[in-house]
Nanobody
């Protein structure tokens, strides 16, 4: 069973950048599809990006395409989310998630979740 710990959140001005990290332990990281989700206050959790376990194929929600990049380092058991040109609407708690069966944009497919890291983008 894998444990996930996110880091890298914080306060940034609009137009700035942050890189989130999610360190995994307790499992074979390379056997997990990984995803990033976010949840703004009062809103439902939404998909941000995903990366497959084998081919490294990536998927993004439309609102972040061209600005966010998901990547993984299997040797370090870590998945990253590079966020550039941040907008105030990106303010949310960001969660990383893992599942072994399939790469998915749906949070229901993910079995394992981190505790989240807060990202706040000021205007």
């Amino acid at each position: 069973q894998v444990q996930l710990v996110e880091s890298g959140g914080g306060l940034v001005q609009a137009g700035g950048s942050l890189r989130l990290s999610c360190a995994a332990s307790g499992g074979t990281f390379s056997s997990y599809h990984m995803g990033w989700f976010r949840q703004a206050q009062g809103k439902e959790r939404e998909f941000v990006a995903a990366i497959s376990k084998s081919t490294g194929s990536t998927y993004y929600t439309d609102s972040v395409k061209g600005r966010f990049t998901i990547s993984r380092d299997n040797a370090k058991s870590t998945v990253y989310l590079q966020m550039n040109s941040l907008k105030p609407e990106a303010t949310a708690v960001y969660y990383c998630a893992a599942n072994r069966s399939r790469s998915s944009l749906n949070h229901i497919a993910y079995n394992y979740w981190g505790q989240g890291t807060q990202v706040t983008v000021s205007s």
